[in-house]
C-alpha cells in the first residue's frame, strides 16, 4: 500500500462520512484528476490488504469497516445519520469510528426479535445484556469476510 | 457475528444451522473491543495495524487463547 493508496483510502472513508456512501472509481478518479482504471487498481489493492472490501468481481466498495453498504439486519444512527454495519461488531464500530453517540436497532439471529442498542460517551447504555457471538477464529476471517 | 437476545437462543441458532458454537462475548465487551479497534479509522494518518498491534488489543481485552488468535 503506496502513499497514494492511502490518500484514495481516506478520500473514501471522508467521502463516506460526508455523504453517506462511498464514493465510485469515477468520482474518485475526479476528486485526484487521475484516470477511472487507476483509481480501480487501488481500489483492487486496498481490497486485497483489507483495507476496504469490494462486491465479488467489482469496483463497487461493499464495506469500508465499519461501515456497510448492503443491507443488513443491523439499521445504526450516529453522527446525524442512519448506516448499515455489517455485524454485530462493526455495527457497535460505527459510532466508535466516529466518535459519536448511537443507537442500534437489530435482531436476534435465532428469532428476529428485535433488540435495541445505544451507546453514549463510549458506553453501552442499552443492550448490555444482549450477546455476539462470532463463529469464526480470528486467523480466518478473511477468508471469506461476508460470512464472517 | 451475530445479536442474540439469550444464552438460549445462542443454543437453538447453532443447532438449527449446524454451526460448531465459536466465541460468545456479551454487548459491553464488544463495544469495548469495537470503540479500540475502529477508533482510529478515520484518521487522517491512518495506516494499516500491525497484527501484533490488533493482537494486544483482543488481549487488552481479555480475548485470549487460540480462537482469538490472529495468525496460524
Not at chain 2, 447453532?14 to 463495544?31: D, I, Q, R, S, Y
Not at chain 2, 494499516?48 to 483482543?58: D, H, K
Request: aromatic share 10%.
Amino acid at each position: 500500500m503506496d502513499a497514494f493508496d492511502l490518500d484514495v483510502r481516506r478520500h473514501v472513508y471522508f467521502s463516506v462520512v460526508a455523504n453517506g456512501r462511498p464514493p465510485t472509481t469515477a468520482e474518485t478518479g475526479v476528486a485526484f484528476g487521475t484516470g477511472e482504471p487507476e483509481v480501480a487498481d487501488t481500489y483492487r489493492r486496498l481490497h486485497d490488504a483489507h483495507a476496504l472490501v469490494l462486491f465479488p468481481n467489482t469496483v463497487e466498495i461493499w464495506m469500508a469497516n465499519p461501515f456497510c453498504f448492503n443491507p443488513t439486519p443491523h439499521r445504526v444512527r450516529a453522527g446525524g445519520r442512519a448506516w448499515t454495519g455489517t455485524c454485530c461488531w462493526d455495527s457497535l464500530g460505527i459510532p466508535g469510528a466516529l466518535h459519536s453517540d448511537g443507537d442500534i436497532e437489530t435482531e436476534c439471529a435465532c428469532c428476529a426479535e428485535r433488540l435495541e442498542l445505544s451507546v453514549r460517551g463510549g458506553v453501552l447504555v442499552e443492550g448490555a445484556d444482549v450477546l455476539c457471538h462470532i463463529l469464526v477464529p480470528a486467523r480466518r476471517w478473511w477468508d471469506d469476510i461476508g460470512f464472517t | 457475528m451475530v445479536f442474540l437476545r439469550s444464552e438460549e437462543h445462542l443454543a437453538r441458532w447453532l443447532g438449527a444451522n449446524g454451526f460448531e458454537p465459536g466465541a460468545t462475548v456479551c454487548a459491553p465487551k464488544m463495544n469495548e473491543l469495537a470503540l479500540e479497534w475502529w477508533g482510529t479509522r478515520l484518521d487522517a494518518g491512518w495506516r494499516p495495524r500491525p497484527v501484533v498491534e490488533s493482537q494486544a488489543i483482543l488481549d487488552r481485552l481479555g480475548l485470549v487463547g487460540e480462537f482469538w488468535s490472529l495468525q496460524a
